[in-house]
């Protein structure tokens, strides 16, 4: 099984279909962002579905009150996500709004320079929140190895540590693997690349070296 996962963060609709189908072979899933959701509405998740058959994440961030959480959730589940990745500092009400409607991702710390300032330092709480809420997974960052591993150390057996930041972040994916990752994120490396297919092939034989 492929332990890729392709962040599909472009706006056109015929682009991302494009991309998706010629590179399926090689994901586990597909993740989608506010870019492709804007430019190309929430039935962009149906039809990557239908056009690969792949799992796809809904890499929304939600950090709101419970209530509009749920909202959000409801017709982001409704059009065919399988999991939602949701921001942990809002508290564990939150949190839940998202899983009682389905799959969950928490972020616990983040892959850009930035989450040093605030997301890191209450890290120990975020991982503290997931342990109690077992989510399906966390997001750790693969720009930072070492984080991975520590967070690795400290989560429950069972939750997946899914790192976005491979690639044009600066990320390796042997690295982050090595440190205790279940999945990879891959952008722009991919989506970028002149020939798509390649680039995810290339990526999926250098995970698959690891797996």
Known sequence: MSRLIL????????RALGIAECT????????????????????????????TGLPVIADLKL????????????KVFEAGADYIIAH???GREGVKAVMELGETIIVVEMSHPGA???IQP?????????NELEPF?????????????????????G???????????????????KAGADYIIVGRAIYQSENPRESAGSIFEEVKAWS
Not at 24 to 50: F, H, M
Not at 63 to 74: E, F, G, H, M, Q
Not at 139 to 145: D, F, Q, V
């Open 116 to 118: 040093k300032e605030f």
């Open 88 to 90: 942990g500092f809002v």
């Open 137 to 157: 997974g966390v997001i750790a960052p693969a720009t930072r190895p070492e984080r991975v591993s520590y967070i690795r150390s400290k989560l429950k057996p």
């Open 24 to 51: 399926a072979d090689y994901l586990w899933a597909i993740k989608v962002n506010w870019p492709l959701i804007i430019g190309s509405g929430l039935k962009i998740i149906t039809e990557l579905k239908q056009v």
């Open 63 to 74: 950090a709101d009150i419970p209530n509009t959480n749920r909202l959000i959730a409801r």
């Open 159 to 177: 939750i997946k540590v899914i790192t976005p930041g491979v690639g044009a972040q600066g990320g390796k994916a042997g690295d982050v693997l």
């Open 122 to 130: 209450v890290t120990d709480k975020l991982i503290e929140m997931a």
């Open 7 to 14: 962040a599909l963060d472009v706006y056109d609709r015929e």
